[in-house]
């Protein structure tokens, strides 16, 4: 620790921070626009003006910037130094020399840094009277709207852009105060993070579109602490209501998961919700048509088919929350409760679950992702199936080559000299995929190859670290070589980590990952071991419980059951066709209980409207195995509730036994503690529902809300009745406790005098970048054992051999389109490609097809007709199909498929 003199008082800081950092995690204001906790100090803006004193004898002192100067012991500063005041308002008034007076028209009003650091300079008068500099603007999208005329010169947009997030299209050109930041033309911006310009930027020159098309201010929207639902990371949000829509997604600072960053799927996938495949009512079908009922009706009348059948099979999903699962397993039973997902996706999940309860290599955070010095990617395209994961490791690149830094004593902090210095020095990072990924551009080397040949790498990295880890055949002399350069890597490194996933549905890949792991640990280093988990809740559905769906499609064809229970799950989206159809024409009825319109609804007996993740409460576990709390937004109008209490009122309809001790979400959340051991602390999530501080719930709105007696003066010019939560410390109003108490996995509003943008962020953490003060949210399920002992798993296969008249067909998932729920979304939906097979120029040019000719693709006897895309970087004899796109046939895979050129008519 260090010991700095603040306005002549002393402060004990952290060392290593810079004098900005340390004022600001003491509770200082001092202003700033250029530097953010995540990008460091460049010293662009010239805001952060303190002036420095050699010692107590000096009265002169010399003016400094604070973002570049060390807070090192003895140090004495003044922030409220007149001299000091007076540069940082001058430096104000010239940064808003051309600055259009357009606050209240301006998307960014009310959660402006600019407005901020304007009113905390005292800068209230323009002297500046003449024209001012314009631009025109551009169309970078569906995500992000551009006004360049608000732009004040930060670069924190470039910077984040490009050298935190990889991007390539965005950048400044020309230069002084007429620097335009934009593409070279109009386009979509082609990062997957762009939609951080929204927050990243202090002005609103980058404004999220989505909103500017029902533009609501932040102070007017109604918002609750919620998780991400599109992927298995768990990102940490702030969804926004208005009107009974939901307005926009906000990033929600976790320092262990996300940080201070989302992905645009995470960011701009959300309405769904808003669109009109909901489900708003229910219904039964009965002679081909629909028909609604109240919500009595359709209990009795469930009720009623369910007293027929003595046996009920349920299944659940991995995009429903813990406690619906868990209710419908209750309603089933245990033994009639099937996870939602194919087999063999239940198997590989169990695999990686296994490997990580059972062995000595922890399952790492996203922040401890970051921290990795080397890394070994076996089987994944992160960018495309977990971004945010692939986010962390363009970071884990710079930690190996910052050594060289921190031997000539230049603080890591300081952005530009360590960006100087390393040039594109880069850490080890090696990827082995079935195709080229984004990442490839920053990884040491890549491998190209089949499944197979990828968990037979993975089995010889793991041989070369420990010999008593089961070699591989046969190996290519090349193979055994890069095998023998990533072992050195890997055991050369202070950090570790091996990431892999089920993206190859391949056992020996999350096998050879686990070993190589495993081995690191054997040879005392603490190696981190990451699984991507395919949705939101994989792995709480997979400590559950429960089968695969073919067990179901076999219980229901044997006759064990002709009653069938399916929670928020499309079936036609994980089984073939045939399948699903077989088990819709075998079963006598089908409940299924969700928020949107799918083919299995229109398959169903009846149908439940199921509650979003913006209208319900529960818990998701992530793939660390970090059960994480989503509290509900707003209450949804018509009977749209909880999937959960659906099937309590379900159960309590047709008087059947089990569950009777929850009524509530909490008595529920103490019955799953109770009952599957794993869960037996998820209670201390949140408090509990009655919890109140100083005498009261929680505001879920601002107390700046306004309108409450004119939102629907069309109806009522009255203030309607607040509705009642009874599954959360929190209420639908502005009035309740908004204090320092509030538990951060409850609190969904960040402000504080002075601060109404994001940046407000540091006078809630223990230190600036650091953890949130009361411990960053969420309950890790899963800790690994360093003193487990190693059991290696075998079952390296042999090397993959093209047939002559077959190709291996593979899954490739996009990040716009793959995941079921925001491929609804129109933004989300503009970006997905549309359907195609991949192949490379070998095949290609073997079967006489060139890009966008036609083939024939028969796995079986299913066959299709799509597009050809040729990829320069795919391995011969392997194919690729799109997973989850829109008119893209589903298959299981991987499959050997017949591929040839569409006939001519």
């Known amino acids: 620790m260090a010991t700095i003199y603040i306005n002549n008082q002393p402060y004990e800081v952290k060392d290593g921070q810079n004098l900005l950092q340390a004022c600001l995690t003491l509770g200082f204001n001092v202003p700033f626009f250029c530097w953010h906790p995540a990008l460091n100090s460049v010293g662009a803006c010239r805001l952060c003006a303190v002036k420095q004193f050699k010692d107590e004898n000096d009265t002169r002192g010399r003016i400094v910037m604070s973002c570049m100067t060390p807070a090192t012991d003895g140090t004495r500063i003044s922030i409220d130094d007149e001299e000091a005041k007076t540069f940082r308002a001058q430096v104000l008034e010239w940064l808003m020399t051309n600055h259009p007076h357009d606050c209240p028209v301006c998307d960014e009003g009310g959660e402006c840094h600019l407005q901020d650091m304007t009113v905390m300079t005292g800068h209230n008068y323009r002297s500046y009277r003449f024209t001012k500099r314009t631009y025109t603007n551009q169309d970078l999208g569906p995500f992000v709207n551009h006004e360049m005329n608000r732009c004040i010169q930060c670069y924190r947009c470039a910077r984040f852009y490009a050298d935190y997030a990889g991007g390539h299209d965005l950048a400044p050109m020309a230069s002084h105060n007429h620097t335009y930041f934009g593409r070279h033309a109009d386009g979509p911006l082609e990062s997957e993070f ?126 429903a929350s813990l406690e619906s699962n868990f209710a419908l397993r209750t309603l089933t039973g245990p033994e009639h409760f099937y996870q939602g997902v194919p087999e063999r996706e239940a198997r590989l999940v169990a695999k990686m679950i296994e490997n990580l309860q059972q062995g000595p290599a922890r ?127 890997l055991q050369t490194a202070k950090q570790p980590l091996v990431v892999s ?84 024409a075998k079963a006598k009825t089908v409940i299924a209980l969700d928020h949107i319109e799918t083919e299995t609804t229109a398959k169903a007996t009846a149908v439940l409207p199921a509650a979003t993740f913006a209208e319900s409460d529960g818990i998701y576990v992530n793939g660390e195995g970090r059960a994480q709390r989503f509290v509900q937004v707003y209450a949804p109008k018509s009977d749209i509730a909880d999937a959960w209490r659906w099937l309590r009122r379900v159960r309590d309809a047709a008087a059947r036994a089990g569950g009777n001790d929850w009524v509530s979400l909490d008595d529920l959340v103490e019955t799953i503690s109770k009952s599957v051991n794993v869960f037996h602390d998820v209670p201390s999530l949140v408090p509990s529902a009655a919890t109140r501080f100083v005498g009261q719930k929680i505001a879920r709105q601002p107390h700046r809300y306004s309108g409450r007696t004119a939102m629907y003066a069309n109806i009522d010019v009255s203030e309607s009745q607040v509705p ?103 933004s989300i939906a503009g970006r997905a490609p549309a359907p195609y097979i991949a192949m490379s120029p ?64």
């Open 501 to 584: 996933g089920p993206s190859c549905k391949s056992e020996a890949v999350i096998a050879a990952a686990a070993n190589v792991a495993w081995a690191l640990c054997r040879s005392c280093q603490p190696a981190a071991l990451a699984y991507v988990m395919p949705e939101c809740n994989t792995m709480g559905l997979a400590l559950l419980g429960g089968q695969g769906l073919e067990k179901a499609i076999d219980a229901i064809a044997n006759g064990v059951a002709d009653t069938v229970i399916v929670l928020e799950n499309d079936l036609y989206r994980r089984i073939d066709r045939a399948q699903a159809d077989a088990l819709f």
């Open 724 to 826: 009642e939560d009874p599954d959360s410390p929190m209420s639908f109003s502005m009035e309740g406790y908004r204090g320092r108490r509030i538990p951060t996995a409850l609190r969904s509003w960040y402000w504080s005098p002075g601060w109404n943008s994001p940046q407000v962020l540091s006078k809630f953490q223990e230190e600036v970048g650091g953890a949130l003060r009361g411990g960053d949210p969420g309950l890790r399920l899963i800790e690994a054992d360093p003193n487990s002992s190693i059991a290696y798993r075998d079952g390296a296969p042999a090397a993959f051999t093209p047939r002559s008249q077959e190709m291996l067909l593979v899954a490739i998932h996009h990040i716009y389109g793959s995941e079921e729920m925001s491929a609804l979304s129109p």
């Open 363 to 489: 399952s790492p955070s996203l922040q401890d992702m970051a921290d990795a010095d080397a890394v070994l990617v076996l089987g994944e395209d992160l960018t495309n199936a977990a971004p945010m994961m692939a986010l962390s490791l363009r970071q884990a690149v710079r930690q190996a080559p910052m050594e060289a830094a921190d031997k000539l004593s230049i603080p890591r902090w300081n952005d530009d000299a360590v960006r100087t210095l390393l040039q594109d020095a880069k850490g080890p990072l090696y990827i082995a995929a079935t195709r080229d990924t984004r990442l490839d551009e920053v990884a040491t080397e890549t491998h190209v190859a089949a499944p197979d040949d990828i968990a037979r790498l993975g089995f010889a990295v793991a041989h070369a670290i420990d010999s008593a880890s089961p070699a591989p055949s046969k190996l290519a002399p090349e193979t055994e070589e890069l095998a023998s350069r990533i072992a050195m890597a």
């Open 194 to 319: 762009s939609g951080n310009l929204v927050e990243v930027c202090p002005t609103g020159v980058f404004t999220d579109k989505t909103l500017k098309a029902h533009n609501t201010r932040r102070w007017d929207q109604q918002t609750a602490p919620s998780v991400c639902v599109h992927c298995g990371v768990g990102c940490n949000t702030i969804p926004g209501e208005r009107y009974g829509t939901l307005r926009r997604i906000r990033n929600r600072y976790n320092g262990e998961v996300n940080g201070y960053f989302l992905c645009d799927r995470g960011r701009y996938g959300y309405e769904f919700v808003n669109g009109d495949r909901r489900i708003r009512a229910a219904y039964r079908r009965q002679d081909g048509a629909k028909i609604e009922m109240p919500r009595e009706e359709a209990l009795a009348w469930i009720g009623d088919r369910l007293n027929r059948d003595k046996t009920i099979i349920g299944i659940g999903s991995p995009r």
């Open 842 to 905: 070998r095949d290609a040019a073997r079967l006489g097809v060139t890009q966008n000719d036609r083939v024939e693709i028969a796995i079986g006897s299913f066959t299709s007709i799509l597009p050809v895309n040729i990829l320069s970087r795919l391995p011969v004899g392997v194919a690729g199909l799109p997973e989850g796109l829109r008119g893209t046939p589903r298959a299981s895979l991987p499959a050997w498929a017949t591929v040839r050129k569409e006939a001519q008519p």
